[in-house]
């Protein structure tokens, strides 16, 4: 019995030590496969800044504290490119679940896309979650932001964005050939509240949006974004919405589509949405110049004539097929809006 009091601490020290050396192995290969990321981003062309990196997280994780991390880059395939930083990157590994790195974005971030300007945000929380497999790069991603505050609002509330709840989910197949999904999405939001600086014809807060959806490959290898999109759309490639819904000011809208790009590639397809509280949105886009009133008038006496009442009682609803040709979007032949024209960057 005394030489079991002796030997039990003896292993519990071992133990601890084995399960010390074997964290420090993870917490080095966290620390080497950022840096080869980091490599990785510079041979392609980026530029990318990132403070010295802390490890942590022992005994029940891995964790790789980067300070001031900042990249830009992204041409010719992001016109312009792209810029992101965030005041600290923690990077995690559950060692109960090693199968899953967690990335928290915390502090002050900013966002530019091309010569747009900066856009400084912050969120309570930054959290993307991306699988993990051996000797490959990870093909999916889920991202969640809570309560998401961009601009300024301290400073300038009317000229800020918020929203309360962002959830993305996609995954990529490079390998998917045509007519199989080489990109699949998923994206909800809710309460979300526009800037004030200017007027919005359905008001300034739109209570939810969701979209879900895939895009059909191949994926083209092309490089630059001509290129890519030209041998997508010869390649029979098309965007798939497959529910949409939205709630804002009186509109309640939920629908599905397919697009594809046309010979002067711009986006073309159908769809078909279903719709409550028309009327008085219709009424609201007039007012707000997004529609005239001739479009307005055709489409409340079209929709007027397949709108149905609910047994409940409720608001009229209707389900009508759009159509986008030429950049004109149509509801039954209804001209209602001109869509902006993609002005694509030249070859």
């Given at each position: 019995m005394?030489?079991?009091?002796?030997?039990?601490?003896?292993v519990v020290v071992l133990l601890l030590a084995a399960h010390y050396a074997f964290w420090r192995y993870e917490a080095g290969?966290?620390?080497?496969?950022?840096?080869?990321?980091?490599?990785?981003?510079r041979a392609a062309g980026w530029t990318v800044s990132a403070g010295a990196a802390e490890r942590g997280g022992w005994p029940l994780?891995?964790?790789?504290?980067?300070p001031q991390v900042a990249l830009r880059g992204g041409e010719p395939d992001i016109p312009g490119g792209l810029a992101w930083s965030a005041e600290r990157l923690d990077l995690q590994i559950d060692l109960l679940s090693p199968g899953t790195l967690e990335l928290r974005a915390e502090g002050e971030q900013h966002l530019r896309l091309a010569d747009r300007p900066d856009v400084a945000y912050t969120a309570d929380s930054t959290v993307a979650l991306l699988p993990l497999e051996a000797e490959t790069p990870p093909h999916a991603v889920s991202l969640t932001v809570r309560n998401l505050r961009a601009g300024t609002p301290d400073i300038d509330p009317a000229a800020s964005l918020t929203v309360?709840?962002?959830?993305?989910?996609?995954?990529?197949?490079?390998?998917?050939?045509?007519?199989?999904?080489?990109l699949t999405y998923r994206l909800s939001?809710?309460?979300?509240?526009?800037?004030?600086?200017?007027?919005?014809?359905?008001?300034?807060?739109?209570s939810s949006l969701a979209i879900e959806g895939a895009v059909d490959g191949?994926?083209?290898?092309?490089?630059?974004?001509?290129?890519?999109?030209?041998?997508?759309?010869?390649?029979?490639?098309?965007?798939?919405?497959?529910?949409?819904?939205m709630g804002w000011g009186p509109l309640?809208?939920?629908?599905?589509?397919?697009?594809?790009?046309d010979a002067r590639l711009q986006p073309m397809g159908t769809g078909s949405v279903r719709l409550v509280g028309y009327a008085a949105s219709l009424d609201a886009l007039v007012a707000g110049r997004v529609l005239t009133a001739n479009a307005a008038v055709a489409a409340k006496a079209v929709l007027s004539l397949l709108a149905?009442?609910?047994e409940d009682g409720g608001p009229p609803e209707v389900e009508v097929p759009l159509t986008l040709q030429d950049r004109t979007l149509s509801m039954r032949q209804v001209p209602l809006l001109k869509v902006p024209e993609i002005i694509w960057p030249a070859p």
């Open positions: 005394r030489r079991l009091w002796i030997l039990a601490p003896a290969q966290l620390d080497a496969g950022f840096g080869a990321w980091l490599a990785d981003r994780a891995v964790t790789l504290t980067v309360g709840l962002v959830q993305f989910d996609g995954a990529i197949a490079p390998a998917a050939p045509a007519g199989e999904a080489a939001t809710e309460a979300i509240a526009l800037p004030a600086v200017r007027a919005w014809a359905l008001g300034s807060r739109i191949p994926v083209p290898m092309a490089r630059g974004l001509v290129p890519r999109a030209t041998a997508w759309r010869d390649g029979g490639g098309t965007f798939e919405i497959k529910h949409l819904t309640g809208l939920s629908g599905a589509a397919t697009l594809a790009l149905t009442v609910p």
